[in-house]
């Protein structure tokens, strides 16, 4: 994971640099750090959120700096793993998104070369590599470097006494953005498009060597390149809370407009209108959130539109042989469009041929630009779990397969979602006392079956990612074999029951549940099967053909009270991140 970002300018850049930083924070906060350049470089580094490094920084000054907001992979998050790293000597400083796979390797060789190392990263072992290369000519020290580099990076690199950046990148994401008398290198074009809307974007292992006045790009036979640049419209991101406590909570409750702007996106006079042909397969793939938007859309599909779908983990489907098949699309979801897995897994299945879109909010993003996008409009979405970027990716797959369905009436209950939506939303008051009585408990268990069992799943998951509890789904199918052994009395067990078709089912895994001492909270659209009376308590949700997908908008709910009741960091949970860059 992790965010880099540089600026080399003819005026003082150390706010500007701190200020992408910020921008970025969604790829990792446990501690960021900056590199000045000088006749020497200064770090400055500060474990924590980017404000505590933003304190450090009061009153320093350089025309060219690059800066690393850090996830951490190798090594805790302490000042000496925090990035920039610098080589021997402390000539180089080097800033790195990704992953060096055989940096033991290298680092054995540097070693035995009488190298010492500081830190326990990878990024460390770049920096020495450099300076092991460097003769008098940085660009040629970068790329014999880069070259004994195995795995995915995007890296800053400055040097001491030169008023420039230089940066590459392979796999990774990486732009440039040119301005007036400046220019900067960003993990993503929002962290600068406040700045600049002119942006190249280099391919693998193209050598970008920037200063205040000029940017040049190299091949890797250090041949000059020409590349142009493109004028991008990026949508400007919002920190403001709109009074919220949290932007979590904001963006629960722009789930109506983001569904309707979604829906108006694509439906047009009655007509849904969407850049995909006719497939008789399709291959979904995607990670966390965007996993569970895939399951409920491999059975809203298959049930309205009888097209078959199979839905994998991006991470699984990467590795995998996939059986060659005429007829079958592969589709990525995703909020943030830069999921590495993710990417790997679109890159893997175009190599083999199939066609491949991605259902993603974010534009120019590194997914949209490698397949033919279905965007959500979700907007900015800041709170690292997410929300209304997940919902939205729903409904643009349950158009997929209503575009394809002979039943236009589920066209009137998908139009109608955003107003439904609402009401679920109003459920507050209900939910809140409970998440009072339930926020000490160590786990919480969740049941549904059919479109109910990915909802679960989803609620479970957003509980789980920001209150530190323990929670698991099961299909309540599956309950008798085996997690009703993890029932004891006052063990907390959501239940989603939605589907007219197995409410007495779902009424009898209740009843299970209550006859062993669990305690049942029930989130049901269902009247007339005895239900609420089964239950201990009862939510009810607006009855709609979509009414799974409203109960994930009343668990995001209860996930955020519960976390609130916790004292939990709701917007920056620990040890996650936004936006997931490395495998
Ligand atoms: C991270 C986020 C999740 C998100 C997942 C996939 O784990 O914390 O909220 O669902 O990545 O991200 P994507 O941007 O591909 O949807």
Known sequence: MCGIIGCTANHSVVQTVVDGLKRLEYRGYDSSGIALVSDGIKTIKAVGRVKALEQKVLGERATTAIGHTRWATH????????????SSGGDFAVVHNGIIENFAELKDFL?????????????????????????GDTARAVVKATRRLVGS??????????????AIRRENPLIIGLGENFNMIASDMPAISHLTNKFVLPECDELVELCAESCNFYNTNLEPIKKTPQTVRVEQ?????????????????????????????YIVDGHISLPLKNYERLSIVACGSAFHAGLMAKYFIERV?????????????????????????VIAISQSGETADTISAINHAKAQGMDAYCIVNQKN???????TPLYTEAGVERAVATTKGFLTQVIVAYLIGLSHSMDKSLLYGIENFGRDLKTALNSTDLIQPLCSRFYTCPYVMFMGRGDDFPAAREGALKLKEISYICAEAYAAGELKHGSISLITPGVP???????????SKTLGNIIEVRSRGGTVITFSSLS????????????????????????????????????????????????????????
């Not at 539109?305 to 699309?329: C, H, K, M, T, W």
């Open 75 to 86: 090594g805790i998050a302490n000042e000496q793993n925090c990035h920039p790293h610098l």
């Open 111 to 135: 070693l035995q070369r009488g190298f010492e190392f500081y830190s326990e990263t990878d990024t460390e072992v770049i920096a020495k590599l450099i300076g092991y290369y460097y003769r």
């Open 153 to 166: 990076f995007a890296l800053g690199i400055v040097r001491s006494g030169e008023n420039k950046i230089y």
């Open 237 to 265: 991101n919002t920190f403001d809370k709109g009074g919220y406590s949290h932007y979590m909570l904001k963006e629960i409750y722009e789930q109506p407009t983001a569904v309707d702007k979604t829906l108006r996106k």
């Open 305 to 329: 539109a009888g097209i078959p779908v199979d839905v994998e983990l991006a991470s699984e489907f990467r590795y995998r042989q996939i059986p060659s098949q005429n007829g079958r699309a």
């Open 365 to 371: 993003s590194t997914l949209s630009r490698i397949c």
């Open 493 to 503: 067990v959501i239940v989603l029951a939605n589907d007219p078709s197995t409410g």
């Open 528 to 583: 007339g099967y005895g239900l609420k009376e089964a239950s201990d308590y009862f939510v009810p949700v607006p009855p709609s053909p979509l009414a799974s997908l409203l109960s994930v908008a009343e668990l995001q709910i209860f996930a955020y009270y519960i976390a609130l009741a916790k004292g939990c960091d709701i917007d920056k949970p620990r040890n996650l991140a936004k936006s997931v860059t490395v495998e």
